[in-house]
């Protein structure tokens, strides 16, 4: 049982490349969550997904992407990064029942824009 | 709309002192809470949740919490630091029912501790 796990560790890339983080989860949660981690700020939600097929914004999605894949899977996309992107990136997922509600999350991406 | 405070950025304590971690919160309606740690580069692990039954929550590793409605607290304790508990404490509040399990978290505080 891995729980959440993400793909890369770390990403460096030059301002407009792209990339897609890759986050999978093995605890057949139905939601699924993608924040970024900025010194000072806390976890921001960037995009959640309820349920497989379903997606919606979070407080900073401006720039992003994403894909529900599955049940297992959801992936979260920067088209063309930009150096304001560089952040700590975490995927959680958790299941919702009456008012428990605690995410469990990935160990990160470390991605640098240059 | 619901919010949360915690109160300072970084605690310094001694090893074998106590800990106190401050977050107070804002709900319209009766919250779950939440403390989560994060070790230095390393995910987020849930310490412990307040979900409307007990207002003294016993978590992992000797953590307690108290919901206090009347001051809309929930303090974050352990009577003696391990050098182990150095590590960013996030409070965090669900949003509200039926908001797909969203949740807001505090801007962290960093807890030190000292041999």
């Known amino acids: 049982n891995a729980g959440v796990t993400q793909t890369p560790k770390f990403q460096v890339l030059k301002t407009g490349q792209s990339m897609t983080l890759q986050c999978a989860q093995d605890?057949?949660?139905?939601?699924m969550y993608w924040y970024r981690q900025d010194p000072g700020m806390g976890l921001r939600l960037i995009y959640y997904s309820a349920s497989e097929g379903t997606t919606d914004k979070g407080e900073v999605p401006n720039g992003y992407n994403v894909s529900r894949l599955n049940k297992r899977e959801f992936s979260l996309r920067l088209e063309s990064a930009a150096p304001s992107q560089t952040s700590v990136y975490f995927c959680?997922?958790?299941?919702?029942?009456?008012?428990?509600?605690?995410?469990?999350f990935g160990p990160g991406t470390r991605l640098t824009v240059t | 709309a619901q919010s949360v405070t915690q109160l300072d950025s970084h605690v310094s304590v001694s090893e074998g002192t106590p800990v106190l971690l401050r977050c107070n919160y804002s709900s319209s309606y009766s919250p779950s809470l939440f403390w989560y740690v994060q070790h230095p580069n390393k995910g987020l692990q849930l310490l412990l949740k307040?979900?409307?039954?007990?207002?003294l929550v016993k978590g992992i590793n000797g953590f307690e919490a108290e919901f206090k409605k009347s001051e809309t607290s929930f303090h974050l304790t352990k009577p003696s630091a391990h050098m182990s508990d150095a590590a960013e404490y996030f409070c965090v509040v669900s949003v509200s029912p039926g908001s797909q399990g969203n949740l807001i978290f505090g801007k962290g505080t960093k807890l030190s501790v000292k041999p």
């Open positions: 605890m057949n949660h139905n939601s």
């Open positions: 307040y979900t409307s039954a007990a207002t």
């Open positions: 959680a997922s958790s299941v919702v029942s009456g008012y428990s509600y605690e995410q469990y």
